[in-house]
């Protein structure tokens, strides 16, 4: 709880139309939540609209936060001094963050810069730091590191090393500016015939699609290439979408080893109790349903 801010818990569980309903009668200035939340606050405004001009700002986190999105929340909910912030609980938590001073195409597009008093490196499998642009893990140093799993100490062993050197188990890439941007899970990344597919590319185009609310994207096996694509995808109400018409937008648009072989619309998605959607409940799911063992 922040200093001198009143708390207000909508609902006993996450419930977006308690939400904006909290917003408009508490008159709330700040909004916290994940990507998939805010995607169903956002949902919930535009079905039936409230007076959300109180707020002004809030915080996104939690998981890779689409820019469309985004903006979406800056222009459509009034959070003019909306933050994207990272980190994990291993962090204690954040270790980037935005400013409001920044940029909304700034504040779309990176995690934001290195909070003070800590180190940042991108490293490639050997630990060396890899050159300002390249893609490579995440890794902290600093006083924000915790000691280590409880009662884990092999996992804690593959977290963080004899030198305190934290790896997240992210790729993103340095900015010269100092500001990083997360290019997705390294357990996530797709191998189709020898090329490396990250999702978060490919959710983020997806997303920006007219008619698109979400979507999810990870690998599922394949006998020929390895991995194919798959992709999950939630539509705004009425969407005139279907496997077809959304593999004729991606033409052209995208690399065509990255257009989703499976696509499936679904009404929602598995996640954690704190809204982080569930990738391998999808694959498990997806696989069964196509029958890909």
Not at 26 to 47: H, S, W
Not at 48 to 56: F, G, K
Not at 92 to 101: I, R
Not at 208 to 214: A, M
Request: charged fraction near 25%.
């Amino acid at each position: 709880m922040l200093f001198g801010a009143t708390c207000v818990l909508p609902s006993r569980g996450f419930e977006p139309e308690a939400v904006v309903q909290a917003v408009q009668d508490e008159r709330l200035t700040t909004c916290y939540g994940t990507p998939t939340m805010f995607v169903d606050i956002l949902n919930a405004q535009r079905k039936v609209q409230r007076n959300l001009s109180s707020l002004s700002t809030g915080i996104m986190a939690g998981a890779p936060c689409p820019p469309e999105l985004v903006m979406s929340l800056i222009n459509e909910l009034n959070m003019k001094d909306f933050l994207v912030m990272y980190g994990m609980t291993e962090t204690s938590p954040v270790t980037f963050e935005c400013f409001p001073s920044d940029s909304p195409e700034v504040r779309s597009s990176t995690i934001g810069y290195p909070s003070d008093h800590i180190e940042v490196k991108i490293a490639d499998p050997n630990g060396q730091v890899v050159p300002v642009g390249v893609i490579g893990e995440v890794c902290i140093r600093g006083y924000v590191n915790f000691l280590g799993y409880w009662g884990d100490p092999e996992k804690t062993e593959e977290t963080i090393g004899q030198d305190r050197w934290l790896k997240t188990g992210d790729l993103g890439i340095l900015r010269p500016d100092g500001y990083a941007q997360i290019i997705g899970r390294i357990k996530d990344m797709i191998i189709r015939g020898g090329e490396n597919i990250y999702p978060t590319e490919v959710e983020n185009f997806l997303t920006e699609l007219p008619g698109v609310l979400e979507a999810q994207v990870f690998g599922v096996p394949d006998s020929r290439m390895g991995e194919e694509v798959a992709a999950w995808i939630r539509v705004v109400d009425n969407a005139a979408l279907d496997e077809h018409s959304i593999r004729q937008l991606c033409k052209g648009k995208i690399s065509h080893y990255k257009v989703p072989r499976y696509i499936l619309f679904k009404e929602e998605f598995p996640t954690t109790i704190t809204g982080k959607a569930q990738k391998h409940i999808m694959k498990e799911i997806t696989i069964k349903e196509l029958n890909l063992n």
